[in-house]
Structures are given as C-alpha cells and as structure tokens.
C-alpha cells in the first residue's frame, strides 16, 4: 500500500503534467502566499502516484489557482459625462442613485489625480533645501519642518503620503517622529536620513515601520528612486476601496438592469449571482478540498469566471436568503462585504486569503429591513420608489415599446402606441410600482400585432394602438383603481400601506353587533397590525365623551375589524390612524369620505405618529384617483423632498393627532 501510493524517487522523471504546471506557475502573477501553496503542491504531487485521489484532488487544486484573476483587472473610466449619458440614455429617473454613482466616479478622479504630499524633517536647512528642490521636480507638493515639534504638528493637521526624517536632532528625534507617526498613520511611509547611520540603528528604525534607511551624504538618484518605490507601496495600500451598495425597492424598478449599466458606464466587467433562497453557508465559503467533489464558493467562482479583481457584482435578492442546520450564509457574507476584512477573504477550498476590496458590490432587495442589521451595517442603502403613471408613460414609449417591437420581429412593420393607449394599459391592465407588468402588457400587444401580420401574409400596414385598439387586444379591464366615484360607507375607511410591491390602497371596516365585549380581527393582519387595532380600540373608549360617544359603547357588544382580501398577509403600525377612525365613524355615526386616504401610526394617547414609504404610498393614492393624503406632521420634510409631478392633484394635510384629522375624513 505504501508503495503504490508513492513514487520512487531516485529513478523516476519527473512528472511531465506537473513540470507543465510548474512552467505555468511561472508565468503567472500570484500573491506569495498562493505561490508558496502551489509550490508545495506541485512538490507532493510529484511524490504521489497519479492513480490516486489526491493526485486528482491536487491538480485540480493547482489548476485552479493557476486560473484565479490574481492581478488581473480592468481599468475604470472616470468620465463622468459618459458616464452620466451612458446612465441617462438606459434608465429614465433614477436621478438620486445616478447622483451615486457620480459622486464615486468624482471621488475615483480626485483621488487618482492627487499629487503626492510629501514632508522633509532636518534641522539643516541646506538639506531641506535641496531635498525640496529636486522632490518637487518630480511633481510632489513637498512641506518642510526644522524640528520635530514644528513636523508633528504639521502630521496632526494633514496627512502625508511620505516623510523624509533625519535621525540626529535635538528634543525630538527622527526615532520618536517615526513612532508617532506610526501610531497615527500606519500607511505613511517615513525614509530615515542621517550622517550616523549604523547598522543597529538601521535594524531599530525598520522594525519599527520606517521604509527604508538613506546615509548622507546621499545621492539624488537614491532619493529619487526611494521615493518612488515608498509611494507605490503606499498606492497599493490606499487604493480605492470598492463599494457595497443596496438597491431597496419594489420589483421592477430597475435594481438589477441598472448595475448592469454602472459596469458598462465604469468599463468594469459584469456579473450577478442570485441568493434567493441559499441555506447553505458553504455556497459563500466553499467547501475543503478534503471533501469529494469540493468546490469553491459563488463569490470567489464568479471572480474566476470573469476574470477580474474589480467587476461590479450583483448579490441579487438578499432579503430571501434563508438559514438552516446547514449554516447561517447571511452571517458568511459580512466578512465579504465588509471593507475592512474582505481584502483577507479567506474562502474554504482556495484556504488562501484573496483580496475582494475592488470589487464593487451591488446589493438588491425588495425590503431592506429584511436584511440582517449587522449586515445592512456595512452597506450604503439607496432606496428604489415606484414609478409615476408620467414616467411610466416615458418609460414605455423610450425603452419598452421600442424592445418588444424588435423581439416581436415587428422592426420593418413597427406599430406606433398613442399616449392614451400607454396611459389604458397602465391604469386598467397593470396593478403594480414597477414595469414589468406594463412590459408584459405591451409584449402580448406585439405579438396579437405579430399573428395578425403573418396571417394577413404581409399586407397589413402599420398600425397606430389607440385605446379602443388596446380593449380589443387586451379584453376586459383587469383593475379598477376609480375609487373618488364611490359612495362614502360609515365604518370604512380608506388607508395607504406599504408592501414589498410598493404602496397600496386598503379598506378598514369596522361593523358592531350585540355580543360579550370582543374586538375579532380578519383579513390575514400581522401582529402589529394587531396591535394596532387593539390601541385604537383602547384610545377610542378612553376618550368616548370627546368624540361624543356613550362611554359604555362596549358593554354587550363586539366590534368587528376587517381589512378586505383577506388571502394577502397585511402587517405594520402605518393603518393605526386608519382603523381608529373607522371605528370613530361606526361609533358616531358619520360617512367617512371614500377620497381621503390616511396613513399614520396611532399611540393610546391619539398621537399619530411618522411612517415609513411616504412616495410609495403617494404614489398609490395617486393610482386609486384619491383626493386627498392625510400624513403625519414628522413626515412633511419627506414630502418636500418629493418631485413636484409626484403632488400633482393631491392635497396633503398634515396632523399631529387623531382629532386633527377627525373633520377631514368624516362627514359632518
């Protein structure tokens, strides 16, 4: 057994498959640390007899190393206009994500850009002379400093990129000025210059941190080329950092399609990996190569796929990622994602750290708070809003009408859609704050145009979609969103939510009947929504004679709450105010008007207090034909911030109380 596992080693040539993988590893710029494991690979391989299993496993491990991007990147474009136009030209709105993305390409330019700042220490003043006149030849905005007081203070007002220190001075030494400035700032390179040097002293200054050790008198070419060499060492270090960014928002707004168009706009290679729905921590880390058919994990895959250190890679849907015996994938990825571990990303089968700090990592989800805290901590959330029916419209007519035309074969024979025709399949064919019902719609429109061409063998014209053309094609209505032609209900309210689709209209009803004192709640509520009824019912009975309602309202009766459709789970405090004014109408009696919408949450002492996804909710209202938005006061600075298309034909009132919004709602 023992023979037939090893090579005889003093006879045997060495294997030709290993000689060509060491050839390879040659040619191949690796960290040292991956050369180093590689070259003991190669070593063992070249012991063991290649009809074993770990002979297998080995090379399928070197082969692998040898594939990795090690320092291969791409090299981004910083033009800015391009990139705005590039940007603008493939998604329409989207302006405070593409502000984001310019202000990175800004920050890559200055940074690039920025000349060397460079301080000279020495209490000749010949020396920092000449040392100033032939460093700022070379381009470096050079400071210069006499003693070591006058240097650290000028180190606590800026940063330098290098510092020419001499070592004998008086007070402070160059000694106590590289360990200060250590202790500061351990990317700052510090050169020691001295007449002295000695070899311990030499040993001393670099181990605590000096760059290297110059002996005067020097020659100029030395500085030079000791300069230069402290300065791209310290390049490598202060590199750009890449970004990790989370699109938050509701299906169909453009998440993924617009990373797509930042890799483009940057020249960065792209690619998308999926975690919706992986239990298993070892698709983040990978596995050990003990383990048969082992593999490496889906970041350091993807990298080698496209192979480049610095693509922009979008980790699609994290908000439904699971977690099961199997591991936590969730708690994995904080060491990919976090700028401050993840240029050591150590993943299970590699068993080598690999720098994943160029990457730029695009996060998507629908709900962000989904996404655990710690996790949302290392990233930068931008939120994603619905659409309004205007940029649906623009939407459709630039991007959408134009992309089902050419996949439908219509391009020769192209149908033109009328404003009017976009506006019927919005309002009465989709139900949603994204486009990818809209884009459905158009598509089944394209290809009815389609059969209709073929069958009639080419001889019908072009034809232009007029709303009459869209009822034909597309059949009866599939939403009704009218909801200001209705008749006004005592009990039933009309509120705005906020969903992992968007904002959304809902009914609060609120009927009472003679029973044992009994609040029953339907409709598929959630917990706090709940909550949120029993609060309303609380403050409503500790108030009654306020609102002029008998004080014992509650005595032989049971109120029943429901929220219609009852097949979709409804959850949050935002129907608090709403549900307290539907039982405010059934208990006085008053209609509450269908066109007022109110969204808030409610306290025992009839506070309303703010919510979250303010434009979606508007939004919504806006779909429903809605009238009027009653908002908490807290939120006004959010509705200021909106555009001012998004207020169109809406009043907004604002309350602080249930009170303030009593008259506006109910009739008198």
């Not at 400035?181 to 670099?206: C, F, H, L």
Request: overall charge negative; charged content about 30%; hydrophobic content about 40%.
């Amino acid at each position: 057994m023992y023979m037939k596992f090893f090579r005889k080693t003093e006879d045997d040539s060495p294997d030709a498959t290993v000689e060509k993988l060491r050839e390879r590893l040659a040619g191949v710029q690796m960290s040292y640390p991956a050369v180093e494991t590689a070259t003991r690979e190669l070593e063992l391989l070249n012991r063991i007899s290649p009809s074993t299993a770990e002979y297998g496993i080995g090379l399928a491990y070197i082969e692998y190393l040898l594939s990795m991007p090690w320092n291969k990147r791409t090299e981004d474009n910083l033009d800015l206009s391009r990139a705005e136009t590039m940007l603008n030209e493939a998604h329409h709105g989207l302006i405070p994500i593409k502000e984001r993305i310019l202000e990175h390409l800004a920050v890559r330019t200055l940074r690039m850009n920025r000349k060397p700042h460079l301080l000279v220490v020495d209490d000749e003043e010949i020396v920092r002379k000449n040392m100033s006149h032939i460093l700022e030849k070379e381009d470096y905005v050079v400071q210069t400093a006499s003693n070591g007081f006058e240097a650290l203070e000028k180190v606590n007002r800026e940063e330098f990129d290098v510092v020419l220190t001499d070592f004998k001075m008086e007070k402070i030494d160059g000694m106590e000025i590289l360990e200060k400035i250590k202790a500061k700032s351990p990317d700052t390179q510090v050169i020691m210059i001295t007449g002295y040097a000695t070899i311990n002293n030499a040993v001393e200054a670099m181990k605590k941190g000096a760059f290297h050790y110059i002996a005067k008198p020097f020659k100029l070419d030395d500085v030079r080329t000791t300069v230069s060499q402290a300065l791209e060492k310290r390049t490598l270090k202060k590199e750009t950092k890449g970004s990790v960014l989370c699109f938050s928002g509701p299906p169909g707004t453009g998440k993924t399609s617009l990373g797509r168009s930042i890799a483009r706009a940057l020249g960065r290679k792209f690619s998308r990996i999926s975690l919706g729905g992986i239990k298993d921590e070892a698709e983040i880390r990978g596995h050990r190569r003990t383990y048969a058919g082992a593999m490496p994990g889906r970041i350091i895959d993807e990298l080698r796929r496209v192979g480049s250190m610095n693509p922009v890679l979008i980790l699609d849907e994290l908000d439904k990622m699971g977690h099961d015996f199997k591991g936590d994938p969730a708690s994995a990825l904080l060491e990919v994602l976090d700028p401050e571990q993840n240029s050591h990303f150590t993943d299970h089968y590699l068993d080598l750290p690999f720098d994943l700090s160029e990457v730029m990592f695009i996060i998507t989800a629908n709900v962000a708070d989904n996404i655990p805290e710690a996790l949302k901590d290392r990233m930068e959330v931008i939120q994603f809003t619905g659409y309004t029916e205007e940029e649906k419209v623009k939407i459709a007519s630039h991007f959408l009408i134009p992309r089902q035309v050419r996949e439908n074969g219509l391009t020769g024979h192209a149908p033109s859609f009328t404003e009017e025709a976009i506006s019927k399949i919005i309002q009465e064919y989709t139900h949603e704050a994204g486009i990818r019902g809209l884009e459905r719609q158009i598509a089944s429109v394209c290809r009815k145009l389609a059969k209709d061409y073929v069958q009639q063998e080419g001889k019908q014209e072009a034809v232009t979609l007029t709303s009459a053309l869209i009822s034909r094609f597309l059949g009866p209505r599939k939403y009704l969103h009218e909801m200001a032609d209705d008749q006004d209900r005592t009990g039933v309210t009309t509120g705005l939510v906020w969903t992992d689709a968007g904002g959304e209209i809902i009914f609060i009803e609120a009927v009472q009947m003679k029973g044992k004192q009994k609040l029953i709640l339907t409709g598929s509520l959630g917990d706090v929504m709940q909550e949120s009824a029993q609060a309303a019912l609380s403050y409503i009975r500790s108030n009654a004679a306020r609102f002029g309602i008998p004080e014992d309202f509650f005595e032989g009766h049971d109120i029943h709450i429901h929220v219609p459709a009852g097949a979709i789970p409804k959850d949050g405090p935002s129907a608090g105010t709403t549900i307290a004014l539907a039982l405010l109408s059934l208990l006085t009696g008053r209609p509450a008007r269908r066109e007022v919408a109110v969204t808030g949450e409610l306290t025992l002492s009839g506070r309303v207090l703010p919510v979250g996804g303010i434009k979606e909710k508007i939004l919504a209202a806006r779909r429903a034909r809605v009238k009027t938005v009653i908002l908490p006061s807290k939120n006004r600075p959010e509705t200021d911030a909106l555009e001012e298309g998004i207020l169109k034909d809406l009043n907004i009132r604002y309350v602080d109380t249930v009170e303030e919004a009593v008259d506006l709602v109910l009739k008198k």
